[in-house]
């Protein structure tokens, strides 16, 4: 819980106040902006596509297999709204408590 928590308002934290600043449209530029103009910023959105498509791929599996799809549904939107980061221990926070 407390990743999640972190990770989330870290996020925030630098998201909000640049799209407020700059527009709802600026959001966008998470994905498509800037960042694919420099070698280091292509390594880095590759790698991030890379883990998305990983831990999906095994969480939708594993909500199946729990009979969680929902959690994993969130976790999707979670991931495209706020961040990976936030997704990731989210899901893993779900599963945990569905087991339990």
């Known amino acids: 819980m407390a990743i999640f928590l972190t990770s989330l308002i870290g996020q925030n934290a630098i998201a909000l106040p640049y799209v407020k600043r700059n527009g709802l449209p600026s959001a966008a530029d998470f994905f498509v902006g800037d960042i694919w103009k420099t070698t280091p ?4 959105m590759v790698d991030l596509t890379l883990v998305v498509i990983g831990f999906h791929t095994w969480a939708f599996s594993e909500a199946r297999r729990l009979h ?4 994993w549904l969130a976790s999707l939107v979670i991931t495209f709204t706020v961040g990976i980061a936030s997704a990731i221990p989210f899901f893993l926070l779900a599963r945990e408590r569905h087991i339990d």
């Open 41 to 44: 910023g292509r390594f880095a």
């Open 68 to 71: 969680i799809v929902h959690w």
